[in-house]
């Protein structure tokens, strides 16, 4: 073994043990997260999300061949599963994934999954991407299941987020329902060589015509101080790429449009815009939740429930409570 | 005119001056909500959602004819249009809604639009729901024109939730798109005289045996004090109750689907558990906007922003940023 691979496998443990240690929200992770933020900001973020069974694992290896191989690039990937409640361990795929990736350096895979608060997970997700973007992996993958506030949170950290469908659920198309449609950059069109894939394509552009889909841009709701505007963008028309993730087909074209995307992001200064908006609202949740947790010190659990009791028994009203404990 | 009379319009005036008060967040307007709120918690809160054109303020107007006539309840109607800068005017249909319910002392009305922060119109609205329920209303209905998280939000403040459809889009079921489905409690299929009913309701029932909607029931998600949980229920199977809302048709259906679903509540103690949801997410609301307010008094915008400016271009981290300033 060279020395060169010893030293990559101690900063690849290095990496891994830093991840472990954002996940529990230890003070090693958060030293870590303090000090790689300045290193952070570089990485191309993209989201990877939609039902199981469309085949979103077998697709994100073969762009990550794809862009290992054709564009030369470093890719950090981080598989979230909020349904389970295992960690680190073989889930979404992890097989499969092992067979194609294993033993390629430019490449770290990091299975998340659900513990404690879901906004916790969506927390320490952001944590890990920007632990994989301050050590340098060009491009960050954020793969979830998909369906729910949460996956949207998550998928809310990339930059261009891929929304996966397959052909195969009769007319249904899982995205609309699960209501992560509207999240989509660009629609994956994956296992296009199923029989129905004509049929579920028609329907997914129909949607796209009645103007369900816009992407992320332009969304924010934020109150307090707030990041500046882009300028008035073109607006993005969400493309859908045919692709068959298992036989490696429609990769360029995923990756083309991933690019354009990028060019869009960048011309209308959204990715700017997009990423201030990510700091302020880190910013905000971290500053409200310190300022809960140091109020929270001064008073013993059952002094805050005796209150909450006379608010639910109407003697006093949320606000008095409110007063009465400040 | 009758002494009575004159009261009752005096009276009606105060409550709207109240109104005016919590909507634009005043002292009055807090006063009037602390006074109130031991009053509160005795009126059946009914949310009413739907797509633009399904017909809603007919409904409404119907719906509460018929809990006047045959019922003997009183109504207080609470009409949200987060998409319209105006407030207390002409909007949501009011001139239909004046036409039928105009000159009936049992029924109050109020617009309410957005102004300043969505956040802030669902507290206002809640706020304004209270005022109604302490003054005595049987029956409080909020409508909403339901696309958006605001909606499903303010939909939220009621105990039972129906979302209104239409035919006459194809296809297309409007409260699949718009992300609303999954909050029905009852599925109001409307103007069901119109050509193509047949083929909505179809898809409204396949959606339903998906699994897909289920009423807002043990959704909760807060972190910290949790009001206890209720007891395990039967789970509420939401129906489709098919009307003409312009012809009044289908509003005992409707009615009697409303009371069955709150026997439902009531004998799973939901609604005791949903009472002390809502009141701890006012508090939980109330206290960390209060602590943030507290917080925002000791710097000046000029501080935090050059703060801000220091995270944006990545010299310190967002938990760097809220350490330096608590």
Request: glycine letters at 10%; hydrophobic letters at 40%.
């Amino acid at each position: 073994m060279a020395i060169e691979s010893v030293v990559s496998k101690d900063w690849r443990l290095q990496l891994a043990r830093q991840i472990t240690a954002v996940e529990n929200d230890t003070a090693a992770g958060r030293k870590a997260l303090d000090e790689s933020f300045t290193h952070a900001g570089k990485a191309i973020l993209i989201g990877v999300t939609g039902a199981p069974g469309t085949g979103k694992s077998s697709l994100v290896n073969q762009l990550t061949k794809y862009l290992r191989k054709e564009k030369k690039l470093t890719v950090g990937i981080v598989a979230v599963d909020p349904s389970s409640p295992f960690t680190g361990g073989a889930i979404l795929g992890d097989r499969v994934r092992m067979r194609d990736l294993a033993g390629d350096e430019g490449v770290f895979i990091r299975s998340m999954a659900s513990r404690g608060a879901l906004g916790g997970l969506a927390l320490a997700t952001a944590g890990v991407v920007q632990l994989l973007d301050a050590a340098g992996f060009d491009v960050v993958m954020i793969e979830t299941v998909g369906a729910g506030q949460s996956e949207v949170e998550i998928a809310r950290l990339a930059h261009t987020t891929l929304v996966v469908e397959a052909p195969g659920f009769g007319d249904d198309i899982q995205s609309i329902k699960a209501g992560i449609m509207e999240i989509a950059d660009i629609l994956v069109l994956n296992k296009a060589d199923l029989p129905g894939v004509e049929s579920t394509e028609r329907a997914l552009r129909a949607n796209l015509e009645l103007g369900y889909p816009m992407g992320i841009n332009g969304k924010a709701g934020h109150q307090g101080t707030l990041p500046a505007q882009p300028e008035k963008a073109e607006r993005w028309q969400p493309p859908v790429i045919k692709t068959v993730a298992t036989k490696g087909t429609g990769m360029s074209e995923l990756s083309d449009a991933i690019w354009r995307h990028r060019d869009h992001l960048a011309s209308a200064n959204i990715l700017e815009h997009r990423n201030r908006e990510r700091l302020f609202t880190e910013f905000d949740h971290l500053l409200k939740q310190q300022l809960f947790t140091d109020w929270q010190k001064k008073y013993s659990k059952r002094e805050i429930d005796g209150v909450l009791q006379r608010v639910y028994s109407r003697q006093v009203s949320p606000r008095q409570a409110v007063d009465e404990l400040l």
